[in-house]
């Protein structure tokens, strides 16, 4: 529900729907970059004009929405910003809203060691660990469902050492991706998916053998 995610946060960031309005988190696993963003790219060629990732999504979500003819679905991607700059909404705060992941922060510290540095928090998926991605959200502002309830969200990292590891490796080293692993995972990206991640933005066309600047 809309609600449960407005409760944890400041005014700001807030949605602008009624609490009781049906929200679904959309993850995306390993296998989407098989599974979709390759045949999408194959498919979209001539039509790749921004991050081929984004636009996968996008696709796909709307394909979603034209399920639905007779409803109200309002799509928000995660990488949409307000003219203020500040993301439309917070992902990992919406994913553990919904249960899916458990947004590991600071203050699941007990003893902090960090003193005065800036620590991110992180999300970590009970099945997937690290190895996922939260892409959007999809709202049905006409549905109300005032009798559902919360499911909290796995609590795999349980440990306070493990957490303590989890947030110096996410924060200090999260480029070798070993915050990933903090669990035992039941699937990891492809050496071709890491490839394709690990290389800067502007570079990935290149990967899929797309020119940037695709009519």
Same mark, same amino acid.
């Given at each position: 529900?809309?609600?449960?995610?407005?409760?944890?946060?400041?005014?700001?960031?807030?949605?602008?729907?009624?609490?009781?309005?049906?929200?679904?988190?959309?993850?995306?696993?390993?296998?989407?970059?098989?599974?979709? $963003?390759?045949? &999408?790219? !194959?498919?979209?060629?001539?039509?790749?004009?921004?991050?081929?990732?984004?636009? #996968? @999504? %996008?696709?796909?979500?709307?394909?979603?929405?034209?399920?639905?003819?007779?409803?109200?679905?309002?799509?928000?991607?995660?990488?949409?910003?307000?003219?203020?700059?500040?993301?439309?909404?917070?992902?990992?705060?919406?994913?553990?809203?919904?249960?899916?992941?458990?947004?590991?922060?600071?203050?699941?510290?007990?003893?902090?060691?960090?003193?005065?540095?800036?620590?991110?928090?992180?999300?970590?998926?009970?099945?997937?660990?690290?190895?996922?991605?939260?892409?959007? $959200?999809?709202? &049905?502002? !006409?549905?109300?469902?005032?009798?559902?309830?919360?499911?909290?969200?796995?609590? #795999? @990292? %349980?440990?306070?050492?493990?957490?303590?590891?989890?947030?110096?490796?996410?924060?200090?080293?999260?480029?070798?991706?070993?915050?990933?692993?903090?669990?035992?995972?039941?699937?990891?990206?492809?050496?071709?998916?890491?490839?394709?991640?690990?290389?800067?933005?502007?570079?990935?066309?290149?990967?899929?053998?797309?020119?940037?600047?695709?009519?």
């Amino acid at each position: 529900k809309v609600g449960w995610y407005n409760a944890v946060l400041q005014p700001t960031f807030r949605l602008p729907y009624p609490d009781d309005t049906l929200a679904f988190v959309v993850l995306s696993t390993p296998s989407m970059f098989d599974k979709a $963003l390759k045949p &999408f790219v !194959n498919k979209e060629r001539l039509k790749i004009i921004r991050d081929p990732v984004d636009q #996968c @999504v %996008s696709h796909h979500l709307s394909s979603v929405k034209e399920k639905f003819p007779d409803q109200k679905v309002d799509i928000i991607f995660d990488y949409e910003i307000l003219p203020s700059r500040k993301p439309k909404f917070l992902a990992q705060t919406a994913a553990h809203v919904a249960g899916a992941a458990y947004y590991y922060q600071r203050k699941d510290v007990k003893l902090d060691p960090w003193g005065k540095k800036k620590i991110y928090g992180v999300c970590i998926h009970p099945k997937y660990g690290g190895w996922f991605a939260i892409r959007g $959200l999809l709202l &049905f502002p !006409n549905i109300q469902v005032p009798f559902l309830e919360q499911s909290a969200p796995v609590d #795999c @990292v %349980s440990t306070q050492e493990k957490r303590i590891e989890l947030l110096e490796q996410f924060n200090f080293h999260w480029q070798d991706g070993r915050y990933r692993d903090i669990i035992e995972v039941k699937e990891r990206y492809s050496e071709e998916q890491k490839a394709y991640f690990a290389t800067p933005p502007a570079e990935r066309f290149r990967l899929l053998g797309l020119s940037r600047f695709t009519e």
